[in-house]
């Protein structure tokens, strides 16, 4: 009977394990990817700075 309880506990202990890395991991790709989303707008944000600066030096020459 002890065994079966322990096992029983291992087997929850185990389930719990597991969507806790599931979660763990999901939430951390998430947040990767949505900082490298981040970081793409914030390069583009840059970039259109950019041409916006030259087209005015351009038709100010």
């Keep these: 009977m002890k065994t079966q309880v322990s096992l029983e506990y291992l087997l929850i202990l185990g389930v719990f394990l597991l969507a806790f890395l599931l979660f763990f991991y999901f939430y951390y790709t998430h ?5 490298d989303m981040i970081r793409v707008a914030l390069a583009q944000n840059s970039l259109r ?7 005015k030096v351009r038709e100010r020459n």
């Excluded at 947040?31 to 900082?35: A, G, P, T």
């Excluded at 700075?49 to 087209?55: G, K």
């Design 31 to 35: 947040f990767l990817l949505s900082e």
């Design 49 to 55: 700075r950019i041409v916006e600066v030259a087209t």
